[in-house]
């Protein structure tokens, strides 16, 4: 399966790339909104965690976004604002699911498993 983690912060980003990729992800990684946008586009990836407050283009405006170029990817947002209010736009604009920030690896994996749930038995 092969996942996108986009945030601006490079040694989060690696932390959790290297977790997933350890957990036997394809795991692609964005510093920004438009690299994430891109990745999406021509990567396909089946889910991306997306920061929103990324440099450029934020976290919002790159789900919009990604959601046309790439409506099968299951797309969670996290962030440390916590404001309802964004997280209900993010859900609003097609996020399947957020989390707030300090993020874990082990939370990142556990959210796959869970917006995953029940496509092992479709098959």
């Known amino acids: 399966m092969k ?6 912060s490079e040694f989060l980003r690696g932390r959790l790339a290297k977790y997933l990729a350890r ?15 891109r990745l999406c586009r021509f ?3 089946e889910a991306a965690f997306l920061d929103i407050v990324m440099p450029g ?3 919002l405006e790159a789900l919009k976004e ?22 209900a736009e993010a859900m609003r604009l097609g996020a399947v699911d957020f989390i707030i920030k300090p993020v874990t690896p ?17 098959k």
């Open 23 to 37: 957990q036997g992800y394809e795991v692609i990684q964005a510093g920004d909104g438009e690299q994430a946008i």
């Open 66 to 87: 990604i959601r046309a170029v790439s409506p099968a990817t299951r797309v969670v947002v996290f962030s440390s604002l916590g404001h309802e209010g964004i997280i």
């Open 106 to 122: 082990e939370q990142l994996e556990a959210k796959l498993k869970q917006i995953f749930a029940g496509r092992e038995e479709q």
């Open 57 to 59: 283009k934020s976290g």
């Open 3 to 8: 996942i996108l983690v986009a945030d601006d």
């Open 43 to 45: 990567e396909q990836p």
